[in-house]
């Protein structure tokens, strides 16, 4: 009896110390999280969403859709353009509504999601360095814009003034981003992404009014020539894979999409997928009036003689193509951030729960302010604007974008073979496979083919 009663006390002191230590541990995470970027504040409002949705779309991509068109064509340009519009609002629709499939359980970040569908290790392997290309990539390619634009912007209000090199404006824009960068998460920064998409608004309209204001360019053609002498079949087959890719890039968000709705409060009675989803219907009607106007527009204006940024395009009236210009560089200064925000979270978690650094003001002013600063150097080593879009576009946004949540679809609920549901989800995968293959291909050759005549660091 007395050893009896003694290892029963034995037991109650081991289960009382695992439960003490489970508390400890459960506060230490529930610490973290109120630290971390996606979880430290979840009082967000519908419109948050729309503003960070429209912030995360339409950007840079917007102002290549003309390009892209020049070799798309009138009938090919806007099927693909409709098409991915479509594709693309099914399966955010899609990621909305797998965020709490789970009942009591929300999938913060893209890669918890993966790790449900595809298992713990290869969830991680699939999603992660996907997500990273493109967080990285956009924010690379936003480097590059706002430089762009900032040096538009110079040499249109000051025509007599010294003119600098591109790599000089991309430090410009990136000094910005060490600031702005040390606001800890999505709702710290919505006053950022409501001016920036209110200016994607108002360049993308000034692109298109201004495209038609000029009217269409002297011996302006539609067709596949370039101007000057005759395009060959590969240049015709490669520049219609770039600019597959410039498309896929137009058409993104999806990579921030979780992480947007994890700021957004949720309850049985109301989840968190009715305010977002009311969100992102408002984004893409804004994304729709941003992008059909300022491609069929700018295509119809400039015809085969388009540049890769409708802006640059563009030579009157000067001051309103400077304020144009101003407006991209508001933009995707917010845009930047909100593809920055999520690498934050993960370098964050990683520093502090693999390698035990303390979570504070020191280490996400290292932390952060190191990515701005790589960013920007790869910004200024390959500023290549529509190749990089191309490429970006067709290796890392097709995947996550177009056909990887309809994988997790598939692989979570098992819809019958046959059924519409299974049907649309494997076109879309068929169709996103497709357009990664191609334009990937696209955008690399474009941007080995540039690299070999460009001057570095000027």
Known sequence: ??????????????????????????????????????????????????????????????????????????????????LSWVITLYTLWQMVEMHEMVPGRRFDRYHELGQYAFGEKLGLWIVVPQQLIVEVGVDIVYMVT???????????????????????????????????????N??????????????????????WAASASQGQTDGISYSYQEPGHRITTPNLVFGIFTSLGDVAFAYAGHNVVLEIQATIPSTAERPSKIPMWRGVVVAYIVVAICYFPVALVGYWAFGNQVTDNILVALRHPSWLIAAANMMVVIHVIGSYQIYA???????????????????????????????????????????????LLGFFGGFAFAPTTYFLPCIMWLAIYKPKTWSLSWITNWVCIILGVLLMLVSSIGGLRSIIKDASTYKFYQ
């Open 146 to 184: 706002g430089g762009q634009s900032l040096q538009k912007f110079h040499d249109t209000v000051c025509k007599n003034c010294k003119s600098f090199g591109k790599s000089v404006w991309i430090i410009v824009f990136a000094s910005a981003h060490f600031v702005l960068s040390q606001l800890p």
């Open 1 to 82: 009896m007395v050893g009896n009663h003694g290892m029963s006390n034995g037991s109650a002191t081991i289960e009382a110390e695992k439960e003490n230590g489970e508390g400890v541990g459960n506060t230490r995470t529930k610490d973290l999280d109120s630290w971390l970027p996606m979880t430290a504040n979840r009082s967000a409002k519908w419109y948050y969403s729309a503003f960070h949705n429209v912030t995360a779309m339409v950007g840079a991509g917007v102002l290549s859709l003309p390009h892209a068109m020049r070799y798309l064509g009138w009938g090919p340009g806007v099927v693909v353009l409709v």
């Open 186 to 207: 999505f709702n710290s920064i919505v006053g950022v992404s409501v001016a920036a998409a209110v200016m994607s608004l108002s360049y993308s309209t000034i692109a």
């Open 341 to 387: 925000m999520p690498v934050f979270d993960m370098l964050e978690t990683v520093l502090v729960k693999k390698m035990h650094f303390p979570p504070g003001i020191l280490l996400r002013l290292v932390t952060r302010s190191l990515y701005v600063a790589f960013t920007c150097f790869m910004a200024v080593t390959f500023p290549f604007f529509s190749d």
